[in-house]
């Protein structure tokens, strides 16, 4: 009880005052709930809560495996959305109260969202104010210049070839934005991992394959790229490749067991983004024959009903209707 007296003294409100213990504990079920909630829908057994004063505005189970995002912890999952609830990812004077200790990951993303105290567990353990470790902001940042000299010296030095800036990016991250070829192969050479996501989902080769980086997309292909992994917008790596007009990269695609056919959250496959998101040149029109010559269904309709070849022609995309008609397709 003692402890608890002072936890409560400790936090950023009126000193003594009664409700914000039964704030914390009504918090905490919260949590508890959300947690169960978790494991019920087979995942793992965390939930968190975000309060200010005696509100709460942010809470989250666990969506790591029902959304099948790694990132997806409790914690991090209540810190977006109490972002999105207050429109702001400033979340100044707010508490993280969740049912275990935060990892590290989580603990930087409170400590980034200017979060003041985490508490956890049903005793109401205080884990203080979050500790904001950027441990991999000057390797990220080696990475993202291409300064292989800076790199090698930092992984000698000890730095974990996967550490993290404060976005949560790897160094390789940095360097398949960046498009520094020398640098994403030592550092993949180095054990990085190709389908580390950061805060946005973004991976190596997911973006390798969305922004053409082709150099380095082959680098992730040959060390494990996961194919299935997907970006916030629920697409593979095809998809914006297709819709960006990165014709080499999308031939590289096909060559793997990659999904021809995926659907995003926004109902559109490769092809139909590489119609309706593309602008009909001769890119695009390469993309849309290599699809359709990879076997793309070509019927599959988006959430309105519309054919690919019905977007083609709505467009007035010739060389497009004309191979998907040729194709045998229908509008
Ligand atoms: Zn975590």
């Known amino acids: 009880m003692q402890r608890r007296h002072c936890l409560i003294a400790a936090l950023p409100w009126p000193c003594g005052a009664a409700w914000a213990s039964s704030a914390l504990q009504q918090a905490m079920r919260r949590a508890e709930a ?6 019920r829908a087979g995942d793992q ?35 977006r959305d109490a972002a999105r609830r207050l429109g702001s990812n400033e979340l100044r004077d707010c508490v993280l109260v969740s049912t275990s200790r935060p990892c590290a ?29 950027v441990d991999g902001a000057d390797l ?11 790199l090698r010296q930092r992984l000698a030095a000890g730095t974990p070839v996967n550490a993290r800036d404060a976005r949560a990016r790897t160094a390789l991250l940095a360097a398949t934005w960046a498009d520094r070829i020398d640098a994403a192969r030592l550092l993949i050479e180095g054990g990085a991992d190709v389908n580390a996501k950061d ?11 969305a922004e053409g980086r082709l150099a380095i997309l082959r680098l992730t292909l040959a060390a494990g790229a996961d194919l299935r992994s997907t970006n916030r917008y629920g697409g593979t790596a095809l998809i914006p490749a297709a819709h960006h007009g990165h014709v080499e990269t999308v031939r590289e695609l096909l060559k793997t067991k990659i999904d021809i056919d995926h659907v995003n959250r926004l109902g559109w496959t490769a092809l139909l983004e590489a119609i309706i998101l593309g602008d009909g040149g001769a890119a695009h029109g390469e993309i849309v024959r290599l699809l359709v010559a990879h076997g793309a269904q070509l019927q599959l309709a988006d959430a309105q009903g519309v054919t690919p070849l019905a977007h083609a022609q709505a467009r007035g995309q010739k060389t497009i209707v004309e191979i998907l008609r040729r194709a045998g397709a229908k509008a």
Do not use: K, N, W
């Open 140 to 150: 990220v940042a080696a990475a993202e210049a291409g300064d292989l000299a800076r």
């Open 199 to 209: 805060e946005l989902q973004d991976s190596p080769f997911l973006v390798a394959g």
């Open 34 to 39: 959300l947690r169960d909630e978790a494991l």
């Open 105 to 133: 990951m989580c603990e930087a993303a409170a400590g980034q969202a200017g979060i003041v105290r985490m508490i956890y567990g049903t005793a109401l353990s205080d884990g203080g104010a979050p500790q904001v470790r």
């Open 45 to 79: 057994p965390y939930g968190a809560v975000v309060l200010r004063g005696e509100s709460i505005v942010g809470a989250a189970p666990s969506r790591v495996i029902t959304a099948a995002d790694p990132g997806a912890h409790a914690e991090r999952e209540a810190l």
